[in-house]
């Protein structure tokens, strides 16, 4: 992180652009990778010139009262950290910025800091990070420290989805719940940048896949002829999805794309690329007119590969190849069976046959694994691995487990993190191998045909 440091020429030697780039016309950039300390639950930022927590400003008294946590700050320049993590790789810190929980383990940090409480732990604190849009989803905290006074914010992400009948088991109701917390993150992060300006001439361009879409208000049933009212619009937007070149039906179809980390399709790439284009132009045209900025216009956009698809996203059949395409590109699996019935039919076939030929092959000890019952000693056995995986959380709070909690937390880690993963890697080579293959070749843009002709 140390190398990234910009030197502007003719500069004095101690140039920093957090003093100096105010007297500037070409400022000089900044690179911030955010992430999210586990430890504190702050922001945690990687920079050229330092990387850690940041002190709360004094003009911001009010977030001193309400942040009661700890501050874990480090010192300017890299050169003042400890040895180890003077020379902190880049690849380690984008690492941190995308590592979304539970998908990949938080990266550690460790010996920067000294022990939290003397007789609590005894490690000293080690750093655990995050995908830092777990503290701050749109990434603006930075530039407003930065006392930016431009923004242009692209929300690529998956905006929470109404549900008729939202499910009640465990699982959905946790996973809604945290789509309803990070959606209302979002929405005040946002809501909190524009309340600083007149919304007229905000310097602010901001785009994201449900921009241009209307938003729609049900009236509750009447007690007469239990109907209720048409369906309302809250509001018409400034500029509809029509109006640059996308209809509302495909850009309803866009705002559900799968965000996951995954293979996207020339269809689904192209879709997305096509539309952030169309849509950047008018608040990105705005902020240059409303603040005098100088732009370069693109002349070479025809050359784009993405500009192929244009044809489809402004008028398209419902029921063609092409919007069963943005269809499938909301679900995470089975999307190649969902594009081709050939494929479902031929991995039905094929599955049913190997499990045939298992259970005939193995039909002798299949049948006396089942009759066997479970002993007293087997039981106690899976107890006490049970327990096992429990040792790390009791150390924290009862020291006569401290010294099981090394061997326990290995134990723990060899099997979810290397037997666990290692069997799970067959099954994910074949998909890669097969499936996925199949998927992206289902997704090439000659699979979609002739464009669709221009409506009059």
Same mark, same amino acid.
């Given at each position: 992180?140390?190398?990234?440091?910009?030197?502007?020429?003719?500069?004095?030697?101690?140039?920093?652009?957090?003093?100096?780039?105010?007297?500037?016309?070409?400022?000089?950039?900044?690179?911030?990778?955010?992430?999210?300390?586990?430890?504190?639950?702050?922001?945690?930022?990687?920079?050229?010139?330092?990387?850690?927590?940041?002190?709360?400003?004094?003009?911001?008294?009010?977030?001193?009262?309400?942040?009661?946590?700890?501050?874990?700050?480090?010192?300017?320049?890299?050169?003042?950290?400890?040895?180890?993590?003077?020379?902190?790789?880049?690849?380690?810190?984008?690492?941190?910025?995308?590592?979304?929980?539970?998908?990949?383990?938080?990266?550690?940090?460790?010996?920067?800091?000294?022990?939290?409480?003397?007789?609590?732990?005894?490690?000293?604190?080690?750093?655990?990070?995050?995908?830092?849009?777990?503290?701050?989803?749109?990434?603006?905290?930075?530039?407003?420290?930065?006392?930016?006074?431009?923004?242009?914010?692209?929300?690529?992400?998956?905006?929470?989805?109404?549900?008729?009948?939202?499910?009640?088991?465990?699982?959905?109701?946790?996973?809604?719940?945290?789509?309803?917390?990070?959606?209302?993150?979002?929405?005040?992060?946002?809501?909190?940048?524009?309340?600083?300006?007149?919304?007229?001439?905000?310097?602010?361009?901001?785009?994201?896949?449900?921009?241009?879409?209307?938003?729609?208000?049900?009236?509750?049933?009447?007690?007469?002829?239990?109907?209720?009212?048409?369906?309302?619009?809250?509001?018409?937007?400034?500029?509809?999805?029509?109006?640059?070149?996308?209809?509302?039906?495909?850009?309803?179809?866009?705002?559900?794309?799968?965000?996951?980390?995954?293979?996207?399709?020339?269809?689904?790439?192209?879709?997305?690329?096509?539309?952030?284009?169309?849509?950047?132009?008018?608040?990105?045209?705005?902020?240059?007119?409303?603040?005098?900025?100088?732009?370069?216009?693109?002349?070479?956009?025809?050359?784009?590969?993405?500009?192929?698809?244009?044809?489809?996203?402004?008028?398209?059949?419902?029921?063609?190849?092409?919007?069963?395409?943005?269809?499938?590109?909301?679900?995470?699996?089975?999307?190649? #069976?969902?594009?081709? %019935?050939?494929?479902?039919?031929?991995?039905?076939? &094929?599955? =049913? +046959?190997? *499990?045939?030929? !298992? /259970?005939?092959?193995?039909?002798?000890?299949?049948?006396?694994?089942?009759?066997?019952?479970?002993?007293?000693?087997?039981?106690?056995?899976?107890?006490?691995?049970?327990?096992?995986?429990?040792?790390?959380?009791?150390?924290?709070?009862?020291?006569?487990?401290?010294?099981?909690?090394?061997?326990?937390?290995?134990?723990?880690?060899?099997?979810?993190?290397?037997?666990?993963?290692?069997?799970?890697?067959? #099954?994910?080579?074949? %998909?890669?191998?097969?499936?996925?293959?199949?998927? &992206?070749? =289902? +997704?090439? *843009?000659?699979? !979609? /045909?002739?464009?669709?002709?221009?409506?009059?």
């Amino acid at each position: 992180m140390n190398e990234l440091k910009i030197q502007p020429k003719g500069a004095k030697d101690d140039f920093h652009p957090h003093k100096d780039n105010r007297e500037r016309n070409a400022k000089v950039p900044i690179l911030k990778l955010n992430a999210t300390t586990l430890n504190t639950g702050h922001n945690w930022r990687f920079e050229a010139s330092r990387m850690g927590e940041q002190q709360i400003p004094e003009n911001k008294k009010i977030e001193k009262e309400i942040d009661g946590n700890l501050r874990l700050l480090a010192p300017y320049p890299y050169e003042e950290l400890v040895e180890d993590q003077q020379d902190f790789e880049l690849g380690l810190a984008v690492a941190a910025s995308a590592c979304v929980p539970a998908l990949f383990h938080p990266l550690a940090i460790s010996g920067l800091f000294p022990k939290l409480i003397e007789d609590a732990t005894p490690e000293d604190i080690r750093v655990q990070l995050v995908d830092g849009g777990v503290h701050d989803n749109q990434g603006i905290e930075g530039l407003t420290d930065e006392k930016c006074t431009l923004f242009i914010i692209s929300d690529a992400s998956g905006q929470m989805q109404d549900e008729a009948d939202p499910s009640t088991s465990i699982l959905s109701v946790i996973s809604r719940t945290n789509s309803i917390l990070m959606d209302r993150v979002r929405e005040e992060q946002i809501g909190g940048l524009y309340q600083n300006y007149d919304p007229e001439k905000a310097p602010i361009a901001f785009m994201h896949l449900r921009r241009g879409l209307s938003t729609q208000v049900i009236s509750c049933l009447r007690s007469q002829n239990k109907q209720p009212k048409e369906l309302e619009k809250e509001g018409d937007p400034e500029e509809t999805s029509e109006n640059f070149g996308v209809s509302h039906r495909i850009q309803d179809l866009l705002s559900k794309v799968r965000t996951d980390l995954d293979s996207f399709t020339e269809v689904e790439a192209y879709s997305l690329m096509m539309d952030g284009f169309q849509m950047s132009a008018g608040p990105i045209h705005r902020l240059i007119k409303n603040h005098n900025l100088k732009s370069n216009p693109t002349s070479d956009k025809d050359k784009w590969k993405f500009v192929d698809i244009k044809a489809w996203m402004s008028n398209c059949a419902e029921k063609s190849c092409y919007v069963c395409h943005l269809e499938t590109a909301s679900h995470k699996v089975f999307k190649a #069976f969902r594009l081709s %019935h050939k494929a479902t039919i031929v991995t039905a076939i &094929i599955v =049913l +046959g190997i *499990l045939f030929g !298992l /259970g005939t092959l193995f039909k002798n000890e299949i049948v006396i694994f089942l009759s066997q019952s479970i002993t007293v000693y087997q039981l106690v056995l899976f107890v006490l691995l049970l327990l096992i995986g429990f040792i790390p959380k009791i150390s924290r709070s009862v020291k006569l487990f401290r010294f099981l909690r090394s061997p326990s937390e290995y134990v723990v880690r060899i099997v979810f993190q290397g037997v666990l993963p290692a069997i799970g890697s067959i #099954f994910v080579w074949i %998909h890669l191998q097969i499936f996925d293959r199949l998927f &992206i070749q =289902l +997704g090439k *843009l000659k699979q !979609l /045909g002739d464009p669709p002709a221009k409506s009059n």
